[in-house]
């Protein structure tokens, strides 16, 4: 059996999870669900960053100990998880020091076993918003361009990881495809990047002004910086770090899912990801991902969603109202899956009713009231068996490509023809013990409980709903129209 390794990125835990956070659980939970229905064994991994000196401020702003403040916070990741019905099989946190920190230990040390970490006194430009030092490009006259905030000058001694070392190796795996970028704006973004060439990189911050951290292996005077810390993830989930003399064995989930099929991130996060990522793993001679998907950002009504402006969309309090896979629809149709996309209640009331209630709802509820009243419990196929092969072909290629809201759109396709040909038949107008009602009714069965199936990965719920229909014929709305 071949294996599936996706991931999301993990959310870093200094606000509450936003609609960008539900997109991105929602398009690696369709990958997943779509690999175990084509029989892979899949693992899909989400998480919570949780360090930083970031969270160690909004902790003390909301007056509660770091601790408390992360597991609230990541509550209410786990809580977002569970009402969109993502189908994660683990959740991994920066902070458990079980699980997690001896992955990201066993790394750095790769790292300098490889001669790739060395310490150098730096001097430059600190943006507190950043957690990072700035460089000019980042600055509008001397202020920070995305904080608004004057950085401070900053000298310390730093670990730094001998990144430039890996550019053309990177560079090479891109070009080649075996590190696949997605979609090919997002390629050329980084492969652009690679041809400059990298810089060595900071990666670590002293103890006393990051505590909140990993320690630095054997000098406990420096902390992990993110970098470390964070990407590890990926591989002290499946066990890197514990044991290493059962790493290998047949059990060990290291040996049987890494590398990651697909890495599914954020545009904000793509160097990190298909840059200093693929550099660590050339340094420990660990495989690189297949693939890394990248996917936009959600504007409300086409402004940067912010507390301030008051116009964040909370998607917790939308699964909650319209249900998951109301929200599941929005955001894997009405976003272009790579790239920006918006929204706003009106347009997502306008898709419900046109697309939901209209369209899967409406088809559903018609075949199935007929077949109901008139006890016919056959499918046929006959029909719709040319139509159902070919959107099954296309959709299930256009999700391998990440394309999710073109595969709704065939999809949509089959919705389309099925109320266009109830309509020109008009069964209700023949005689229920006719063989004509019977041939209409059954393909109309057959062509519903078809594209129950191809909902499945997209809408779990609404595909359950209409097998479960089918099978017991009790009917219920599925999409009730809204006012
Ligand atoms: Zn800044």
């Known amino acids: 059996m071949s294996k599936f390794y996706v991931t999301t990125s993990i959310p870093y835990v200094n ?21 175990r229905a084509a029989g892979k064994d899949v693992f899909f991994l989400t998480g919570a960053d949780e360090h930083g000196v970031k969270i160690v401020r909004a902790a003390e702003e909301s007056k509660k100990t770091t601790k408390e403040f992360v597991n609230e916070d990541t509550g209410k990741i786990k809580k977002l998880i569970k009402i969109l019905n993502i189908s994660n099989d683990d959740f991994i946190r920066t902070t458990d020091k079980k699980r997690h920190w001896p992955g990201a230990q066993k790394l750095w ?15 430059g430009l600190y943006c507190a918003g950043h957690e990072a030092f700035v460089t000019d490009k980042d600055l509008v006259s001397g202020i920070c361009a995305i904080h ?11 670990y730094f990881f001998r990144l430039s070392k890996y550019s053309k190796k990177i560079e090479l795996f891109v070009k080649n495809g075996k590190l696949k970028v997605s979609p090919v704006s997002r390629r050329n973004e980084i492969l652009s990047l690679l041809k400059e060439g990298l810089e060595d990189i900071s990666f670590s911050r002293p103890a006393k002004s ?16 993110v970098w470390c810390d964070a990407l590890s993830n990926y591989i002290s989930a499946l066990g890197y770090g514990q044991d290493d003399s059962k790493l290998q064995a047949p059990s060990s989930k290291f040996k049987k899912y890494w590398p990651a099929d697909v890495h599914v991130i954020g545009k904000d996060i793509l160097r990190f990801h298909a840059a200093i990522w693929p550099g660590m793993l050339l340094s420990a001679k660990l495989p690189l991902p297949k693939a890394i998907f990248v996917h936009g950002f959600i504007t409300a009504g086409g402004e940067k969603m912010s507390k301030t402006v008051g116009n964040v969309i909370d998607p917790i309090e939308v699964a909650e109202k319209y249900g998951a896979d109301a929200l599941r629809y929005y955001l894997l149709r009405e976003i272009p899956s790579g790239g920006d996309g918006d929204f706003t209640y009106e347009k997502f009331e306008e898709r419900y009713n046109a697309d939901l209630a209209k369209g899967i709802g409406n088809l559903a509820a018609r075949v199935l009231a007929l077949a109901q009243k008139n006890k016919i419990k056959t499918l046929k196929s006959g029909s719709f068996t040319k139509e159902i092969k070919k959107i099954k072909a296309e ?16 999809i949509w396709r089959l919705i389309a023809l099925g109320n266009k040909y109830i309509d020109e038949k008009k069964p209700w107008t023949l005689k229920p013990e006719s063989k004509e009602f019977k041939g209409i009714i059954g393909s109309l069965l057959f062509l519903i409980s078809n594209i129950g199936t191809l909902l499945s990965p997209f809408l779990p719920e609404t ?21």
């Open 15 to 35: 606000a509450p999870p936003h609609i960008g956070h539900a997109l991105e659980f929602i398009q690696a939970d369709v990958l997943a669900r779509f690999q």
């Open 109 to 123: 040390m790769k790292l300098v076993k490889a001669g790739d970490i060395y310490k150098k006194k730096y001097k």
């Open 148 to 158: 608004k905030t004057k950085p401070e000058i900053i000298e310390e001694e730093n």
């Open 210 to 225: 990051l505590s909140w951290g990993i320690p630095v292996p054997n000098d406990s005077n420096h902390t992990m910086y």
């Open 395 to 410: 959709s299930s290629q256009l999700v391998t490509e990440f394309k999710f809201n073109e595969a709704l759109e065939r």
């Open 463 to 483: 595909s359950e709903k209409i097998s479960g229909q089918l099978k017991n014929r009790k009917i219920s709305i599925l999409f009730p129209q809204l006012k």
